[in-house]
T-cell receptor, first 115, second 118 residues
Framework: QQQVKQSPQSLIVQKGGISIINCAYE??????FPWYQQFPGKGPALLIAIRPDVSEKKEGRFTISFNKSAKQFSLHIMDSQPGDSATYFC??????????????FGAGTRLAVHP | GAGVSQSPSNKVTEKGKDVELRCDPI?????LYWYRQRLGQGLEFLIYFQGNSAPDKSGLPSDRFSAERTGESVSTLTIQRTQQEDSAVYLC????????????????FGPGTRLTVT
C-alpha cells in the first residue's frame, strides 16, 4: 500500500524559476513530514521538515506548504539553481507519537534546473 | 566529523549466494535504520534498531533477510539465497536520541551499498 504519493516524477525548471513538488498522504496518524535531497551516488540528506500544527515553514529558498485537511504537502524551491538539480523525496512518519522515526517515502522527483 | 559509512559500496553476486552488508553509524547514535531503494523508486523501510534490539522488523521482505547490531555500533544486513529481485541500493541511516528536537529525528544516511544479483 503506497501511503505517500509524490508528483511529478520529473521536473525541468529554468534557472531562477520556482520548482514545486507535491505529496499526498493517507495515514492521518502521520505527524512529521520531511523532505530529503539526494544527489547521484549519495544517500539522501534532510532538507527541511514540518509538523502538522503549522501550515508553512521556510528555510532560505526552500518552503514547505502543508494542508492538513487535504492531506497534502508540497516543497517550493524559489530562485532554483543548477546546483539544486537532484532527486527530491517527501516522507512521512509517526515520529513524534511513535517513539521512533520510521519514514515512509514518496517515489521521488528528479529535478533538473537548466542554466 | 565522520558520517555514516557502508561497505561494500558495490556488490555483484550470483543468484542463490548469501551476502552481508555492513553499516557503521555515527558514533553515539542509538537509533539505526535500514532502507532499500529500488531503481527509480523511493526508499522502503526494512528494519529499525534501538541499541542492539530491533523493535520493528516489519519491513523485512522475507525470512531470507536478517539483520543484527552490535551494541550501539555496527549493523549487518544479511540476505540469504539472493534473488534477482533483491537487486537494489541498501541504505543505512542513524539518528540520535540526544539534544534538540531536530537531532532527535534527523536521520543521517550513508551512501548505500548497490547490490546486483545476476
Amino acid at each position: 500500500q503506497q501511503q505517500v504519493k509524490q508528483s511529478p516524477q520529473s521536473l525541468i525548471v529554468q534557472k531562477g524559476g520556482i520548482s514545486i513538488i507535491n505529496c499526498a498522504y493517507e495515514n492521518t496518524a502521520f505527524d512529521y513530514f520531511p523532505w530529503y535531497q539526494q544527489f547521484p551516488g549519495k544517500g539522501p540528506a534532510l532538507l527541511i521538515a514540518i509538523r502538522p500544527d503549522v501550515s508553512e515553514k521556510k528555510e532560505g529558498r526552500f518552503t514547505i506548504s502543508f494542508n492538513k485537511s487535504a492531506k497534502q504537502f508540497s516543497l517550493h524551491i524559489m530562485d532554483s539553481q543548477p546546483g539544486d538539480s537532484a532527486t527530491y523525496f517527501c516522507a512521512a512518519s509517526k515520529g513524534f507519537s511513535g517513539g521512533y522515526n520510521k519514514l515512509i517515502f514518496g517515489a521521488g522527483t528528479r529535478l533538473a534546473v537548466h542554466p | 566529523g565522520a558520517g555514516v559509512s557502508q561497505s561494500p559500496s558495490n556488490k555483484v553476486t550470483e543468484k542463490g549466494k548469501d551476502v552481508e552488508l555492513r553499516c557503521d553509524p555515527i558514533s553515539g547514535h542509538t537509533a539505526l535504520y535500514w532502507y532499500r531503494q529500488r531503481l527509480g523508486q523511493g526508499l522502503e523501510f526494512l528494519i529499525y534498531f534501538q541499541g542492539n534490539s530491533a523493535p520493528d522488523k516489519s519491513g523485512l521482505p522475507s525470512d531470507r533477510f536478517s539483520a543484527e547490531r552490535t551494541g550501539e555500533s555496527v549493523s549487518t544486513l544479511t540476505i540469504q539465497r539472493t534473488q534477482q529481485e533483491d537487486s537494489a541500493v541498501y541504505l543505512c541511516a542513524s539518528s540520535s536520541n540526544g539534544i534538540g528536537r531536530r537531532s532527535l529525528y534527523e536521520q543521517y544516511f550513508g551512501p548505500g551499498t548497490r547490490l546486483t544479483v545476476t
